[in-house]
């Protein structure tokens, strides 16, 4: 994949620069480490033809919420980092975009503490999701990380290695994507999103404290609150969602993507009729600030 071209803008402490020009430190603590925070955002196109970031003080406020969370020093401002994501936006001419921030570390080979951090901020085109594909997918061997080893609820580079090593995992083994359970063996959540099942006309979906709060997912629960969808949190098992009518994931690059499967366990309901389907329709609709509820 083609993140970015020789003309492609990013924004680098301050500055709107070309990536292709741009260097980061090799000797830096957030490369030998993991030692950062990003986020994933969205922008999109919307109904009357605006460029409209999706939720920004959510991300950005979520991006200084992890770095806090790490230690990281923060000084930016979340409207100071909306404004400029949007300039990054317009400048690259992109719309349907996805967005990525990531605050990291300078040159520290030791553990000591920072007295500074840089922020970059990323985008490349992403075109909306149409949704239509259902996932195969596979309880992970690989459990989400012990919220008392890491703050799981931060959205920290060095806890994706659990994740890329869930996902590779699963396709190896011929599946979409894994799910991930808890040191409890509690289900959590999949490698970059956050999951829903439907029983009984009820949504069901893991408590937090050991998964990372999505945006997407509280978006999930204002949906369900005005289209009257029952939602329920809690700790469940993989019995519990192999009995499950339907499931789906949630997240910004994901958006809602239907389950066809865990495991050998194939849900029964079709797609289409599941709560899930209503839930992904309202989001589009939200996302693209569409007020009908036609596609
Ligand atoms: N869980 C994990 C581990 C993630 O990486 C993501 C993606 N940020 C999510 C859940 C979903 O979060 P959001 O809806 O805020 O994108």
């Not at 939720?55 to 909306?82: G, N, W």
């Not at 959540?189 to 999505?214: S, W, Y």
């Not at 709560?275 to 693209?288: E, I, M, P, R």
Request: with cysteine; charged share 20%.
């Amino acid at each position: 994949m083609n993140y970015y071209n020789s003309e492609t803008i990013i924004y680098h402490n301050g500055a709107f620069v070309k990536a292709a020009d741009t260097k980061v430190d090799l000797y830096g603590q957030s490369l030998h480490y993991g030692y950062s925070v990003f986020e994933g955002i969205r922008s999109y196109k919307t109904a009357n033809g605006a460029t409209k970031i999706f939720k920004p003080v959510e991300h950005f406020d979520r991006l200084k919420a992890s770095a806090e969370a790490i230690y990281l020093p923060y000084t930016y401002h979340s409207q100071e980092l909306i404004d400029a994501t949007y300039e990054v936006l317009k400048r690259n001419n992109q719309q349907d975009a996805y967005i990525r921030p990531v605050v990291y570390a300078p040159a520290n080979m030791s553990f000591a503490p920072n007295t500074e951090s840089f922020i970059v901020i990323e985008t490349w085109e992403m075109a909306p999701f149409l949704g239509d594909k259902l996932l195969k997918v596979v309880t992970s061997s690989f459990q989400r990380p012990n919220a008392k080893a890491f703050k799981i609820h931060a959205k920290a580079a060095g806890h994706y290695v659990n994740s890329i090593m869930a996902s590779q995992e699963a396709k190896r083994k011929g599946f979409d994507e894994a799910l991930l359970l808890d040191i409890y063996d509690h289900i959590a959540e999949g490698p970059g999103a956050n999951m829903f099942f439907e029983k009984d006309g009820v949504l069901h979906t893991p408590q937090l404290g050991n998964i990372l709060p999505g945006i997407t997912r509280a978006t999930v629960f204002e949906i369900c609150n005005e289209l009257n969808i029952p939602v329920v949190e809690g700790s469940y098992t993989i019995d519990q969602l192999k009995e499950a009518d339907s499931a789906f994931f949630c997240g910004t690059a994901a958006e809602v993507i239907g389950w066809e499967s865990i495991d050998d366990t194939v849900f029964p309901k079709a797609w289409k009729n599941t709560l899930g389907a209503k839930v992904q329709q309202a989001y589009t609709n939200l996302v693209h600030e569409k007020n009908d509820s036609s596609k």
